[in-house]
């Protein structure tokens, strides 16, 4: 419901932030039977979930989206008691990590309730996502409920209607029942806000589940979820999802409904923002994105453009050309990246459905510069607004991005010529793609091209709280507009991952990154889940997707259990 409670009603910033916050904890007492009693948190809560929930719970919540898409369907598991596990397991997840803003146990059982009713009634569920529940990340609007974006000046506003993702998702059957933390001005990869403070990742409770989509990461990994919805344009699925060891995709822009957010920057264009899905299993992607494009949202949102599903065979039956990026030139990979990545690569190399080779990062730091300069084009003036409305606090990581040294307030010739830059680039980019090629047409259509490109999706695995500093692995991707797919692979081991950087920095984000791991070595991120990043060209996003699926079929990923 909307706040009282508010700027406007004369409250300070930490009044509002309280009253946020005694808000959500009402909501949690409200799901029943209530959770024991916690005596210390530990540094990995994975096991936690064992220890309180029911053997049925832990079942139903450790399921997959297709397991349970089916169980239902069958109506051996009723949408009443898949809905009440989850909530359960999403406020035993708040407690450990502070992951979320509400939980929505009344309309959550209402419409699971009637989700039953309609399967006994009709012999057939309602569509693909009969029963699934899916936990949306907060600045997506949900009608009559509050939407601040983490902005305190932002408490009380309320969304009136249901954002255009949610209403396609509830008529496939989808029940929304708890929403997520987000990072203050949705432009961190940490999640840290003066309304709810810090959320911390279930792993390893020192280190960050990622963001913007943190409260998301949190949720899916400590598999209090298994199908979230996540925003992204830096990182901000495919972070979390790497941090917490859970799939996310970040689709092509222009394929899946955005209408109905609310963030700063609402308009632009020359660094569009995507929406996609995290989960536990890479069929739940694949259901959550094929869903929405089977429904034609491009005929409601006419932004989107009118591209089906592809069903095709995108290989036939031909090798997968794969190719790697080890280090991205600008900031060396830490050694369990580097050890994953080299895990993943052998395995590849040994089957014969994989053709490997190395790709030569084209000027990545430039690719930084150009999306850096086009992220607050009105020089940061509405984040400044937003944060002066209520006078809370600049936090460092918003303050270490909205205020980087690349940031221009523009002038409309200036913000012309940065976005033919953004294009050159993105031409150039292309021109090394199609360079891969083995041959070329009569007509001149280049083929047997790299298909996708296996790379990190940051410098380590998830970082210590404050220090995730470096963007390029997944804003290069934005930046050229092209899908990512991120997939766990491993964890951090101190038996297999203590080793020296021995590596000369190039420049100050490098040498942070290999001071964080003199410091803290392999032990300081224990536990941590490794995982990487495909990434493939503009609108392929369904060959991405097939290309992790003969991946991981040939490899066996993941190669560790996140449960």
């Not at 407690?95 to 309730?113: F, G, S, Y």
């Not at 529940?133 to 969304?159: C, Q, R, Y």
């Not at 987000?182 to 432009?187: A, G, S, V």
């Not at 070329?440 to 210590?464: H, N, R, W, Y």
Request: some cysteine; aromatic content about 8%; hydrophobic content about 35%.
């Amino acid at each position: 419901m909307a706040a009282t409670v508010t700027i406007k009603s004369g409250a300070s910033w930490q009044e509002v932030a309280e009253d946020r916050q005694k808000y959500r904890d009402a909501t949690l007492a409200k799901v029943e039977p209530a959770l024991g009693k916690l005596k210390d948190i530990p540094r990995n809560t994975l096991p936690i979930a064992k220890e309180l929930l029911t053997a049925e719970e832990v079942k139903i919540t450790e399921s997959t989206v297709e397991e349970l898409a089916k169980q239902i369907g069958d109506s051996d598991i009723s949408s009443v008691d898949v809905v009440k596990a989850f909530l359960r397991r999403a406020v035993l997840a708040q407690t450990l990590t502070n992951c979320v803003t509400e939980v929505l146990p009344d309309q959550a059982i209402e419409r699971a309730k009637y989700l039953d009713e309609y399967l006994a009634k009709n012999g057939k569920p309602i569509g693909p996502l009969h029963g699934i529940p899916i936990s949306v990340k907060e600045h997506i609007g949900m009608k009559g409920l509050d939407h601040n974006a983490g902005f305190v000046g932002w408490v009380g506003g309320v969304a009136d209607d249901d954002a255009l993702i949610l209403k396609i998702l509830r008529a496939a059957g989808a029940v929304f029942y708890v929403r997520t933390t987000q990072p203050q001005c949705l432009m961190h990869l940490e999640t840290s806000s003066n309304l709810y403070g810090t959320t911390t990742n279930p792993f390893n409770t020192t280190l960050t589940p990622g963001g913007s989509s943190g409260g998301e990461g949190a949720l899916v990994g400590f598999r209090a979820s298994l199908l979230g919805i996540g925003t992204d344009i830096g990182g901000s699925i495919r972070g979390p999802a790497a941090n917490c060891g859970v799939y996310g995709l970040k689709p092509t822009t222009k394929r899946l409904p955005v209408s109905g957010l609310k963030a700063v920057g609402g308009g632009q264009e020359q660094i569009v923002p995507t929406i996609g899905p995290l989960s536990t299993s890479l069929e739940g992607l694949k259901i959550f994105t094929k869903t929405l494009i089977d429904a034609k949202p491009w005929l409601r949102e006419p932004g989107l453009l009118p591209f089906p599903w592809k069903e095709e065979d995108f290989f036939n039956g031909r090798k997968i050309k794969v190719a790697v990026i080890w280090d991205d030139g600008v900031v060396k990979p830490q050694p369990p990246v580097t050890r994953a990545l080299k895990e993943v690569v052998d395995k590849l190399a040994s089957s014969d459905k994989f053709e490997v080779v190395d790709w030569k990062p084209y000027q990545h730091d430039r690719a930084w510069e150009i999306i850096a300069n086009l992220y607050f084009c009105d020089g940061g003036k509405e984040n400044d607004e937003a944060l002066a409305s209520s006078n809370e606090p600049w936090l460092p990581l918003s303050t270490h991005i909205a205020k980087n040294k690349h940031v221009e307030h523009h002038t409309i010739t200036s913000l012309y010529k940065a976005v033919m830059g953004r294009d050159a680039y993105r031409q150039e980019y292309a021109n090394l793609w199609n360079s891969t090629a083995t041959s070329v047409t009569q007509d001149g259509t280049p083929e047997g091209m790299v298909d996708v490109i296996l790379c990190p999706v940051g410098p380590g695995s998830a970082p210590k709280i404050e220090t995730a500093k470096w963007w390029g692995y997944t804003s290069q991707w934005n930046l050229l507009d092209y899908p990512g797919l991120v997939f766990p692979v491993d964890k951090v081991d101190v038996s297999k991952d203590s080793v020296d950087m021995n590596h000369e920095p190039r420049n100050e984000r490098d040498e942070e990154n290999v001071a964080l791991w003199k410091e803290h070595g392999a032990e300081g991120y224990k536990d941590a889940p490794v995982s990487l990043q495909l990434v493939g060209r503009r609108y392929e996003d369904e060959k991405l997707i097939q290309a992790l699926e003969i991946i991981q079929a040939e490899t066996g990923l993941p190669f560790a259990s996140y449960t």
